[in-house]
């Protein structure tokens, strides 16, 4: 059977996780540099690029501001905010991963428990032809990411930054052509702090929270 991208979850024991500290600030470079533009684009000339999945594959960033489509409206239930988890509580994240393992994107949000990321995680692939990609340039750093909304809620965000906004684009596209074909993971990869032999409450997925 040949190989194909995977989503893969990954839990921490909580906030102060030197593994979770990493992807938190990343994500937090992207998100908060992303809502600052959207209230600044216009007075700042930042550039900001809107494109829907489909038109991906021939969109070009010539322009330096695309119209925004106007989605239906969102049924995602809203995960649990990253900084509104108590600082003891265990959370998780996932990344998108090609069949070669290189990380495509990641969730824009933290977990507080495997249901529901994996709940999460079902329905953003079934609206995955209704995704709104939007590339922008960090203001500070000069490079390029990539953000993945339904609706006007963040829901993939890209793993790393880019050196232009075509590269960008690209990868969004692969990821959101990717997400659709994804073997889902069937258990977190936890850190070793959280692995608990013969805990029922671990070997129960359903009910623990990591």
């Given at each position: 059977m040949p190989a194909q991208p995977r989503i893969a979850f990954s839990s921490f024991p909580s906030s102060s996780d030197l593994q979770y500290g990493v992807w938190e600030r990343v994500n937090s470079r992207i998100l908060g540099d992303s809502s600052t533009k959207r209230v600044a684009s216009s007075s700042t000339g930042v550039t900001h690029h809107a494109l829907t999945a489909p038109a991906l594959a021939t969109a070009v960033l010539a322009k330096p501001v695309l119209p925004k489509p106007v989605l239906a409206k969102p049924v995602l239930p809203k995960p649990v905010l990253s900084d509104r988890l108590p600082g003891a509580a265990p959370r998780g994240v996932w990344q998108l991963l090609a069949a070669n393992n290189r990380e495509l994107?990641?969730?824009?949000?933290?977990?507080?428990?495997?249901?529901?990321?994996?709940?999460?995680?079902?329905?953003?692939?079934?609206?995955?032809?209704?995704?709104?990609?939007?590339?922008?340039?960090?203001?500070?750093?000069?490079?390029?990411?990539w953000i993945a909304e339904y609706g006007d809620e963040p829901v993939i965000t890209s793993a790393r930054f880019f050196g232009s906004a075509a590269e960008a684009a690209k990868t969004a596209t692969g990821a959101v052509l990717a997400i659709a074909l994804a073997a889902v993971d069937e258990l977190p990869r936890s850190r070793p702090a959280r692995r608990c032999q013969g805990d029922p409450a671990r070997e129960n997925s359903d009910t623990a929270p990591w």
């Open positions: 994107g990641r969730s824009a949000r933290a977990y507080p428990s495997f249901r529901e990321a994996l709940s999460h995680v079902a329905e953003i692939r079934e609206a995955a032809a209704q995704l709104a990609l939007r590339v922008d340039r960090h203001q500070h750093l000069g490079t390029w990411f």
